[in-house]
């Protein structure tokens, strides 16, 4: 199939090269965009059996909208002293001016008495700005509410604070921004600067970035094109994710093609046969490698938190995409270049020798049980480190320290519990549409309001604990916690002990629904956990049997899988040996092992995948087990290398970025690769072949033969006798 497929690509280039403009043109042209399909909204991903979502839906019916986005102002004395009747009075005035003041998105600006802290040290100013909290203009609404503040403070010795959700990611939209460019220009620099290294060729080290830019172009209208079909949300994650994807897979395979075929080069093959022999050989591979991280990628259905769901056939139409473009666009491409695609370098006319994956082929397949014990043993080592993870919620606390929206959140905390910029609701509904008696929620208020970690109860307009609709049917308290409401404290008492009292104090005939931030999370976090316990098992049960269809074989699989859940588990242990050990972190963000999920295990897949076929490749060869470990090492070694080490370097720019979570991010996943491309795959699965022998092709080719006459083996050409 490959071999065919590999000489229609390489003899109708033309065809093939102008398949994949329309294609891109035609994108451009017709298709939507992703930012069309994406939101930031966590509460958007979560089912509604979740009570959380159940008592938010329930909440808007009666009242009306009440997670629009906001704003609030911090005000406190300059000296640090209590608010004055003056003071008050002139935040009640600039209250009125920011309502007053034509700015675009605000909608009106309030304060109450009940807006002054109990020790007088703050007072409040709530911005509305609208009803969609994802509007992406409420940024600049934030710099126009800061500077229509100022002339009305100006020498009054006040000073204020613009905090809240929409502040902090306006304060944090540079630093962010910053950091997706640090990424990509890294990235874009990485893959040069490697690939001239490899190849000293500058055609060799842009074709990745040519691939990767058509190949975006297609499977970016694409995915956007099926979201809008099938009515799916896609967390704006996505992009960063889908580049870096794309860039790691593309580069991955189109460095297994430029290998094999500078390989055929040097074994005196023409240009066209050298291509066609590539594609045959690294289709097979690619296509085994791709359809793994399809796999991977597709479990992700299994999810019940949208966000996980959500990305799952995004990601799995772009490797599709890129493993497509991998076997015919590339190998068509350099048809027309031929040796060219090398130039100015004359390295590939020329077979090196004593090179350093020869000297590490030799020690592996002479000495596989100690490469085995080292390798298996450092692995090992970092993986117990994940038996101590804990598992962090707290998004605020991962931003940068020193922000206006930071430093206003911790005033407000001076007054206020924690938990004022996120209150937590409590809704009870009436059963079959009676109406709830108001007196009985007086009591029910008193009992939540003695649950440890509540902070207070906001007063509803009337001063009365709760608030209750114009039909009288559903009534909300909303609680102040104590603590950050972000925090995994808040987590654990707005998805447990609350719960559990809002349920028993219910007045009689109604039912208790817990809302809010800290709820959402909750079930975010419950969810999360499902997830992980699903998808792991079925991906791994489901790459196991690509490995045994490229394979032919039920033994090696066996222990590839084992190899991989014991990388993910090193990676982990790793990262909470630096980030909660060093680092004292509270603990590692909630969506980490997801991303490993998505980098390291599915990705890092590929290069055990080349490995395990250049090994069987060998055995077939006719080669005993321990020379074929030597010769997959020294064929394979430099592509996996080179592969790992452009992947990894492109996730450590992140601990450029300066925001914890992006920090911890590029950390836990280039160490991750690392650990696949030059641990597992460079070492572990080549001794632990060898050792298995013969018997890791079961029931597959377990015999040996002669060399194949078509694929002549020329990697001992050169060598002394001996070896």
Do not use: C
Request: no cysteine; proline share 6%; aromatic share 8%.
């Amino acid at each position: 199939m490959f071999e065919r497929l590999g000489r229609f690509v390489v003899y109708k280039r033309w065809w093939v090269i102008g398949a994949w403009l329309i294609a891109a043109a035609a994108t451009v042209a017709f298709a939507p965009s992703l930012g069309d399909v994406t939101t930031s909204d966590q509460a958007e991903f979560l089912p509604s059996r979740y009570e959380s979502i159940q008592a938010t839906e329930i909440a808007q019916s009666a009242f009306g909208r009440t997670d629009g986005a906001t704003a609030t102002i911090v005000v406190k004395r300059a000296d640090g002293g209590p608010l004055t009747e003056a003071d008050q009075a002139t935040v009640g005035k600039l209250a009125e001016t920011i309502s007053a003041a034509g700015i675009p998105k605000v909608t009106g600006a309030v304060t109450a008495p009940q807006a002054v802290s109990p020790n007088r040290l703050v007072q409040l100013v709530t911005v509305g700005l609208g009803d969609n909290p994802q509007d992406p203009t409420l940024t600049a609404a934030i710099a126009d509410i800061r500077t229509a503040s100022d002339p009305v403070l100006a020498d009054t010795g006040l000073q204020r604070l613009v905090t809240g959700d929409i502040a902090m990611y306006a304060d944090n939209e540079d630093a962010f921004n910053d950091a997706l460019v640090i990424v990509g220009a890294a990235t874009f620099i990485l893959i040069i600067a490697l690939l001239l290294i490899i190849y000293r060729s500058p055609l060799a080290a842009l074709l990745p970035i040519v691939t990767v830019g058509v190949v975006t172009t297609v499977s970016t209208g694409l995915i956007a094109t099926m979201a809008k079909l099938f009515g799916m949300d896609a967390d704006p994650s996505i992009e960063i994710i889908l580049t870096i994807v794309l860039y790691g897979v593309g580069t991955d395979y189109i460095l297994f093609l430029l290998f094999r075929f500078r390989e055929r080069l040097r074994a005196g093959d023409q240009v066209k046969p050298a291509l066609v022999t590539s594609v045959h050989r690294v289709g097979e591979v690619i296509a085994s490698a791709a359809g793994a991280i399809v796999i991977a990628f597709l479990a992700l259905l299994l999810a019940v938190f949208g966000a996980f769901r959500s990305l799952g056939p995004a990601l799995a139409i772009a490797v599709v995409i890129m493993g497509l473009a991998a076997v015919t666009l590339v190998p068509a491409v350099v048809s027309l270049t031929g040796t060219a695609v090398f130039w100015p370098s004359k390295s590939w006319k020329r077979t090196p020798k004593g090179t350093t994956f020869q000297r590490l082929g030799r020690f592996t397949g002479r000495r596989p049980v100690v490469v085995a014990v080292l390798s298996g043993g450092l692995m090992i080592g970092l993986a117990v480190g994940s038996l101590f993870m804990k598992t962090d919620y707290d998004q605020n606390a991962q931003l940068p320290s020193g922000t206006e929206s930071a430093e206003g959140y911790e005033a407000l905390q001076a007054g206020f519990p924690a938990g004022a910029l996120a209150p937590t609701q409590i809704v009870f509904k009436a059963d079959n549409g009676g109406r709830i008696d108001p007196a009985s929620l007086t009591a029910a208020a008193d009992k939540l309001r003695g649950v440890p970690g509540v902070g207070s109860i906001m007063p509803g307009p009337d001063g009365s604990p709760a608030t209750v609709s114009p039909d009288g049917t559903v009534a909300r308290v909303d609680l102040l916690l104590a603590g950050s409401p972000y925090s995994n404290e808040a987590l654990d008492l707005a998805g447990g002990e609350l719960r559990d009292v809002a349920h028993a104090a219910a007045p009689p005939g109604t039912q208790a629904y817990v809302g809010g931030l800290s709820s959402v999370f909750a079930d975010i976090k419950d969810a999360n956990d499902r997830d992980l316990r699903v998808i792991f098992p079925v991906a791994g049960l489901l790459i196991a049997v690509i490995l045994a269809l490229l394979l032919r074989s039920l033994v090696a699989p066996l222990y590839l899988i084992v190899a991989v859940v014991l990388g993910f588990f090193a990676t982990l242990g790793a990262t909470v040996i630096a980030f909660q050990g060093i680092g004292g972190r509270p603990g590692l963000s909630f969506t980490l092992p997801i991303i490993l999920y998505l980098f390291v295990v599915a990705i890092g897949t590929d290069y055990n995948i080349l490995m395990i076929a250049r090994l069987r490749e060998e055995a077939r060869l006719g080669h005993d087990p321990r020379t074929a470990a030597d010769l997959a090492v020294e064929h394979g070694g430099p592509s996996v290398a080179a592969a790992g080490l452009i992947l990894a370097g492109t996730f450590a720019s992140m601990l450029l970025a300066g925001i914890a979570f992006l920090m911890e991010m590029g950390f836990s996943v280039s160490v991750g690769i690392l650990i696949a491309a030059f641990v597992m795959a460079m070492f572990l699965v080549p001794s632990v072949t060898a050792l298995v022998g013969r018997r890791a092709w079961w029931p597959g080719h377990t015999d040996t033969g002669p060399p194949a006459p078509a694929e002549p083996d020329l990697a001992l050409a050169g060598r002394p006798a001996n070896e």
